[in-house]
């Protein structure tokens, strides 16, 4: 339901169900008792140029829809009862997401945007390998440098014993 109502413009008002004798003006009046209007369409069908049995009225305060919206839904117009409920954005193919409520090329910056960012974070990981692949080669030759050294601190057994020899000799 959550996702249903997302996107929901809950002052514009979808009127469906109107006679063909019905234009804005008249459902302008049927809508105007619940509050201030500030937009009423019809839609016309291209071929017939006659509204396509539906509408929206658009009021100024949300509260206003939601009265004509509980008070309309299911009354009778012209003979012709209404189904009223809340307009969802209209629909335009394109866009990420398939279906968008925008053009396709309204995303564009953000595809941009998204690219930018995305070759950035290539970049950081670039570099933070190469930092740890540097780090790492330093503590190998720190630690082979303290091999190393720890071979020259080692005194030969034998060398010592031959030189404690030769001292008590002399």
Same mark, same amino acid.
């Given at each position: 339901? @959550? *996702?249903? !109502?997302?996107?929901?413009?809950?002052?514009? #008002? /979808?009127?469906?169900? =109107?006679?063909?004798?019905?234009?804005?003006?008249?459902?302008?009046?049927?809508?105007?008792p619940?509050?201030?209007?500030?937009?009423?369409?019809?839609?016309?069908?291209?071929?017939?140029?006659?509204?396509?049995?539906?509408?929206?009225v658009?009021?100024?305060?949300?509260?206003?829809? @939601? *009265?004509? !919206?509980?008070?309309?839904?299911?009354?009778? #117009? /012209?003979?012709?009862? =209404?189904t009223?409920?809340?307009?969802?954005?209209?629909?335009?193919?394109?866009?990420?997401q398939?279906w968008?409520?925008q053009?396709?090329?309204a995303?564009?910056?953000?595809?941009?945007?998204?690219?930018?960012?995305?070759?950035?974070?290539?970049?950081?990981?670039?570099?933070?390998? @190469? *930092?740890?692949?540097a780090a790492?080669?330093?503590?190998?030759?720190?630690?082979?440098?303290?091999?190393?050294?720890?071979?020259e601190?080692?005194?030969?057994?034998?060398g010592?014993?031959?030189s404690?020899?030769?001292?008590?000799?002399?």
């Amino acid at each position: 339901m @959550a *996702a249903m !109502m997302q996107g929901v413009q809950k002052n514009t #008002l /979808y009127v469906g169900g =109107l006679a063909e004798e019905v234009n804005e003006a008249i459902l302008h009046a049927a809508f105007i008792p619940f509050g201030d209007i500030k937009d009423v369409k019809t839609p016309l069908d291209q071929a017939t140029q006659k509204h396509r049995s539906f509408g929206f009225v658009t009021f100024l305060e949300r509260e206003d829809a @939601a *009265a004509a !919206m509980d008070n309309m839904d299911g009354a009778e #117009l /012209y003979g012709r009862v =209404l189904t009223v409920n809340y307009a969802l954005p209209e629909r335009i193919k394109g866009g990420e997401q398939g279906w968008a409520a925008q053009p396709i090329w309204a995303d564009a910056d953000t595809w941009f945007e998204r690219q930018q960012q995305e070759e950035e974070m290539r970049h950081l990981e670039a570099e933070n390998r @190469a *930092a740890n692949q540097a780090a790492e080669d330093l503590r190998r030759k720190k630690a082979a440098e303290e091999r190393e050294g720890e071979k020259e601190d080692e005194i030969d057994p034998m060398g010592k014993a031959e030189s404690e020899n030769l001292q008590q000799n002399n």
